[in-house]
Protein backbone atom coordinates (compact mmCIF):
# COMPACT_ATOMS: atom_id res chain seq x y z
CA UNK A 1 0.00 0.00 0.00
CA UNK A 2 1.27 3.10 -0.89
CA UNK A 3 1.22 5.22 2.55
CA UNK A 4 2.15 9.74 2.20
CA UNK A 5 3.33 11.03 5.23
CA UNK A 6 0.64 13.71 6.32
CA UNK A 7 3.53 16.55 6.13
CA UNK A 8 4.11 15.68 2.42
CA UNK A 9 0.50 15.40 1.88
CA UNK A 10 0.03 19.23 3.51
CA UNK A 11 2.99 20.23 1.27
CA UNK A 12 1.03 18.82 -2.13
CA UNK A 13 -2.39 20.04 -1.13
CA UNK A 14 -0.57 23.32 -0.75
CA UNK A 15 1.23 23.80 -3.64
CA UNK A 16 -1.57 25.65 -5.71
CA UNK A 17 -2.84 27.12 -2.87
CA UNK A 18 -2.57 30.96 -3.10
CA UNK A 19 -1.40 32.84 0.05
CA UNK A 20 -0.07 30.11 1.59
CA UNK A 21 3.28 29.61 3.36
CA UNK A 22 4.91 26.14 3.06
CA UNK A 23 8.37 25.25 4.63
CA UNK A 24 10.42 25.72 7.91
CA UNK A 25 10.08 28.16 11.09
CA UNK A 26 7.83 31.36 8.64
CA UNK A 27 10.66 33.63 11.10
CA UNK A 28 13.70 32.33 9.79
CA UNK A 29 14.92 33.01 6.26
CA UNK A 30 15.01 31.07 3.16
CA UNK A 31 13.34 27.89 4.77
CA UNK A 32 10.04 28.78 3.55
CA UNK A 33 8.36 30.05 0.61
CA UNK A 34 4.73 31.68 0.39
CA UNK A 35 2.32 30.95 -2.72
CA UNK A 36 2.07 33.83 -4.64
CA UNK A 37 -0.10 33.05 -7.81
CA UNK A 38 -1.64 29.92 -9.97
CA UNK A 39 -1.17 30.41 -13.61
CA UNK A 40 -2.44 28.88 -16.51
CA UNK A 41 0.51 28.32 -18.53
CA UNK A 42 -0.72 26.56 -21.81
CA UNK A 43 -3.30 23.44 -22.75
CA UNK A 44 -1.05 20.38 -24.48
CA UNK A 45 -2.65 17.53 -26.18
CA UNK A 46 -2.29 14.44 -25.60
CA UNK A 47 -3.72 12.05 -27.97
CA UNK A 48 -3.37 8.84 -26.91
CA UNK A 49 -3.52 9.19 -22.91
CA UNK A 50 0.44 7.32 -22.70
CA UNK A 51 2.03 10.70 -20.80
CA UNK A 52 5.56 10.89 -20.45
CA UNK A 53 7.12 12.93 -17.62
CA UNK A 54 11.11 13.27 -17.92
CA UNK A 55 13.82 15.07 -19.51
CA UNK A 56 13.58 16.44 -22.70
CA UNK A 57 16.95 15.79 -23.13
CA UNK A 58 16.81 12.03 -22.52
CA UNK A 59 18.24 10.02 -25.26
CA UNK A 60 17.32 6.84 -24.14
CA UNK A 61 13.78 5.69 -23.94
CA UNK A 62 11.52 8.08 -22.12
CA UNK A 63 9.92 7.50 -18.57
CA UNK A 64 6.08 6.74 -19.28
CA UNK A 65 3.87 6.50 -16.69
CA UNK A 66 2.52 3.22 -15.81
CA UNK A 67 -0.81 4.84 -14.93
CA UNK A 68 -3.07 6.00 -18.11
CA UNK A 69 -5.50 9.19 -18.68
CA UNK A 70 -7.99 10.06 -21.31
CA UNK A 71 -6.80 10.79 -24.49
CA UNK A 72 -7.49 14.70 -24.82
CA UNK A 73 -6.06 18.66 -24.57
CA UNK A 74 -5.63 19.46 -20.78
CA UNK A 75 -4.35 22.55 -19.24
CA UNK A 76 -0.79 23.34 -17.42
CA UNK A 77 -0.65 25.55 -14.62
CA UNK A 78 2.55 26.67 -12.75
CA UNK A 79 2.35 27.53 -9.08
CA UNK A 80 4.63 30.82 -9.00
CA UNK A 81 6.53 31.22 -4.93
CA UNK A 82 7.87 34.29 -3.70
CA UNK A 83 11.28 32.39 -2.14
CA UNK A 84 13.84 34.49 0.66
CA UNK A 85 16.82 34.13 -1.06
CA UNK A 86 20.46 35.40 -0.48
CA UNK A 87 22.23 36.85 -2.99
CA UNK A 88 25.54 38.58 -2.70
CA UNK A 89 25.23 39.39 0.65
CA UNK A 90 21.96 40.89 0.33
CA UNK A 91 18.31 39.29 1.50
CA UNK A 92 15.86 39.21 -1.60
CA UNK A 93 12.21 38.19 -2.24
CA UNK A 94 13.03 35.26 -5.24
CA UNK A 95 9.85 34.30 -7.44
CA UNK A 96 10.46 30.63 -8.77
CA UNK A 97 7.92 28.11 -9.65
CA UNK A 98 7.06 25.65 -6.69
CA UNK A 99 5.56 22.98 -8.79
CA UNK A 100 4.01 22.28 -12.39
CA UNK A 101 0.28 20.76 -12.54
CA UNK A 102 -1.24 18.62 -15.32
CA UNK A 103 -4.87 19.04 -14.68
CA UNK A 104 -6.57 16.07 -16.02
CA UNK A 105 -10.22 17.13 -13.86
CA UNK A 106 -11.51 19.48 -11.16
CA UNK A 107 -12.03 16.77 -9.11
CA UNK A 108 -10.51 17.42 -5.47
CA UNK A 109 -7.66 15.21 -4.65
CA UNK A 110 -8.78 12.38 -2.15
CA UNK A 111 -4.90 10.55 -2.24
CA UNK A 112 -1.52 11.22 -3.40
CA UNK A 113 1.11 9.05 -4.49
CA UNK A 114 4.18 9.03 -6.00
CA UNK A 115 3.99 8.15 -9.84
CA UNK A 116 5.60 4.67 -11.58
CA UNK A 117 7.09 4.52 -14.77
CA UNK A 118 6.04 1.70 -16.46
CA UNK A 119 7.93 -1.58 -15.24
CA UNK A 120 8.91 0.24 -12.20
CA UNK A 121 9.13 -1.86 -8.84
CA UNK A 122 6.20 -0.29 -6.38
CA UNK A 123 9.40 -0.87 -3.85
CA UNK A 124 10.40 2.25 -5.46
CA UNK A 125 8.40 4.65 -4.48
CA UNK A 126 10.09 4.05 -0.81
CA UNK A 127 13.66 5.09 -2.53
CA UNK A 128 11.92 8.07 -4.20
CA UNK A 129 10.89 7.24 -7.14
CA UNK A 130 11.77 9.92 -10.42
CA UNK A 131 13.32 10.84 -13.33
CA UNK A 132 17.24 12.02 -14.03
CA UNK A 133 16.60 15.80 -14.60
CA UNK A 134 18.95 17.15 -17.44
CA UNK A 135 19.40 20.59 -16.97
CA UNK A 136 17.23 21.00 -14.64
CA UNK A 137 14.05 20.20 -16.89
CA UNK A 138 11.02 17.80 -16.87
CA UNK A 139 8.34 18.18 -20.00
CA UNK A 140 4.99 16.60 -19.94
CA UNK A 141 4.70 14.95 -23.58
CA UNK A 142 2.39 12.51 -25.26
CA UNK A 143 4.19 8.92 -25.30
CA UNK A 144 3.43 8.21 -29.28
CA UNK A 145 5.05 11.20 -30.19
CA UNK A 146 8.87 11.43 -28.07
CA UNK A 147 11.01 11.25 -31.16
CA UNK A 148 9.14 14.27 -33.07
CA UNK A 149 8.99 16.31 -30.07
CA UNK A 150 12.05 16.33 -28.59
CA UNK A 151 14.05 16.38 -31.89
CA UNK A 152 14.41 20.09 -31.30
CA UNK A 153 16.56 19.39 -28.26
CA UNK A 154 18.61 17.00 -29.74
CA UNK A 155 19.15 19.34 -32.73
CA UNK A 156 20.15 21.93 -30.52
CA UNK A 157 22.56 19.91 -28.70
CA UNK A 158 24.34 18.92 -32.09
CA UNK A 159 24.40 23.05 -33.09
CA UNK A 160 25.80 23.43 -29.78
CA UNK A 161 28.57 20.96 -30.22
CA UNK A 162 28.89 21.76 -34.08
CA UNK A 163 29.29 25.60 -33.45
CA UNK A 164 32.54 25.22 -30.99
CA UNK A 165 33.81 27.41 -28.35
CA UNK A 166 33.00 31.20 -28.21
CA UNK A 167 30.11 31.06 -31.55
CA UNK A 168 26.38 32.49 -30.30
CA UNK A 169 24.79 29.79 -29.26
CA UNK A 170 21.91 28.61 -31.01
CA UNK A 171 17.85 28.60 -30.51
CA UNK A 172 15.59 26.00 -30.39
CA UNK A 173 12.37 25.30 -32.38
CA UNK A 174 10.45 25.62 -29.71
CA UNK A 175 7.77 28.40 -28.42
CA UNK A 176 8.89 30.46 -25.17
CA UNK A 177 6.26 30.91 -22.48
CA UNK A 178 6.10 32.38 -19.30
CA UNK A 179 9.02 35.00 -20.06
CA UNK A 180 11.36 31.71 -21.47
CA UNK A 181 10.63 29.63 -18.18
CA UNK A 182 8.78 26.72 -20.04
CA UNK A 183 9.15 25.60 -23.86
CA UNK A 184 6.36 24.07 -25.77
CA UNK A 185 7.20 21.93 -28.74
CA UNK A 186 4.03 21.08 -31.19
CA UNK A 187 3.92 17.97 -33.75
CA UNK A 188 1.11 18.85 -35.91
CA UNK A 189 0.82 15.19 -37.61
CA UNK A 190 0.14 13.83 -34.67
CA UNK A 191 -1.75 16.49 -32.82
CA UNK A 192 0.62 16.23 -29.61
CA UNK A 193 2.35 18.49 -27.88
CA UNK A 194 5.75 18.90 -25.15
CA UNK A 195 5.90 21.15 -22.22
CA UNK A 196 9.18 21.53 -20.26
CA UNK A 197 9.02 22.83 -17.02
CA UNK A 198 11.67 23.45 -14.27
CA UNK A 199 12.90 20.46 -11.45
CA UNK A 200 15.36 20.41 -8.82
CA UNK A 201 19.16 19.85 -9.96
CA UNK A 202 19.47 16.31 -10.94
CA UNK A 203 16.24 14.67 -10.24
CA UNK A 204 12.73 15.27 -10.75
CA UNK A 205 9.41 13.81 -8.77
CA UNK A 206 6.21 13.30 -10.21
CA UNK A 207 2.76 12.86 -8.11
CA UNK A 208 0.06 11.60 -8.96
CA UNK A 209 -3.41 12.66 -7.15
CA UNK A 210 -6.81 10.50 -7.38
CA UNK A 211 -9.95 11.97 -6.72
CA UNK A 212 -12.23 9.70 -4.69
CA UNK A 213 -13.46 7.43 -7.53
CA UNK A 214 -9.72 6.37 -7.72
CA UNK A 215 -9.44 8.49 -11.19
CA UNK A 216 -6.21 10.71 -11.99
CA UNK A 217 -7.44 14.64 -11.25
CA UNK A 218 -3.68 16.25 -11.30
CA UNK A 219 0.36 15.07 -12.03
CA UNK A 220 2.44 17.51 -10.59
CA UNK A 221 5.95 17.73 -10.75
CA UNK A 222 7.64 20.34 -7.83
CA UNK A 223 9.66 22.85 -8.57
CA UNK A 224 13.24 23.86 -7.72
CA UNK A 225 12.32 25.51 -4.42
CA UNK A 226 14.52 23.89 -1.95
CA UNK A 227 11.43 23.37 0.34
CA UNK A 228 9.76 19.86 0.30
CA UNK A 229 9.44 17.36 3.24
CA UNK A 230 11.26 14.89 1.58
CA UNK A 231 14.54 16.98 1.06
Not at 89 to 115: N, Q
Not at 159 to 170: E, H, K, L, R
Amino acid sequence: MNVVRSETREYLDGLFTPGLRIGGDPHTPYSWIEIAEVQKVTAIRLPSGRLVVDSPWNAGPPRELASRIRPGEYPVDVSWANWPHLSDGYYTEHRECAATRLRVSDEPVAMWELALGVGEDPAQRAAGAGFAAEEAMGCFADATAWQPLTEPFRRYLTDVTGAGFGCPAPGRDTEDLCEGYFELARDEERRADLLTFGVPEGRGQVWAGRARDGEIAVIVAPGPVPTSPWD
